[in-house]
């Protein structure tokens, strides 16, 4: 699932490394998210990420990158 996919009826956990951002709606590009310890603390997270469940929420999928010689 990408983030723009996350359904609309109410706010979700995106958990980012040791932060839990609040997701709120799509915004262009880019997703309009605060920080759950202090909501004037804007976060603008691609829209195109994908996500995975987690907890009571989601976390930003790992990419794998496979480098060739």
């Known amino acids: 699932m990408k983030i723009y996919d996350l359904p609309r009826d109410r706010d979700k956990k995106i958990y980012v490394e040791d932060k839990v951002v609040i997701f709120g709606h799509v915004d262009g590009m880019y997703s309009y998210c605060w920080l759950e310890e202090d909501k004037s603390k804007l976060v603008h997270l691609a ?3 994908e996500l995975e469940d987690y907890k009571d ?4 999928k790992e990419v794998e990158i496979n480098e060739e010689d």
Do not use: T
């Open 47 to 49: 829209c195109y990420l």
């Open 57 to 60: 929420g989601y976390k930003i």
